[in-house]
């Protein structure tokens, strides 16, 4: 019902901003809460950020708070993750996934995932 496709990933200095997009296919967009994962010292996807369908809620991991942003535009049928003060350790996987509910934090009720982009952060 949804694809996802991210993009906007790369090599970066530390202290250095990226912004993700996430470009949305399928007739339920609007209603799809959206989430942010990555995978990158760990074997598990960590959960950094969600919003949810309406844009109305925001969850951040508390290693990113005050650092990215997760927004999106429904017209577009895109999510960002607007990624700024990046340290080495933000270097992983960045997945965009979504989710039948209105909204989550839960990693198992998403169930559409994107590709993933790299995001290389050096020192």
Known sequence: QVQLVESGGGLVQAGGSLRLSCAASGRTFKWNGMGWFR?????ERELVAAISWNGGNTYYADS???????SRDNAKNTAYLQMNSLKPEDTAVYYCA???????YTIGR???WGQGTQV????
């Open 120 to 123: 290389t952060v050096s020192s």
């Open 64 to 70: 990113v708070k005050a650092r990215f942003t997760i």
């Open 110 to 112: 998403y169930n559409y």
């Open 98 to 104: 979504a989710t039948s509910e209105n909204y989550s």
């Open 39 to 43: 995978l990158g010292r760990g074997l």
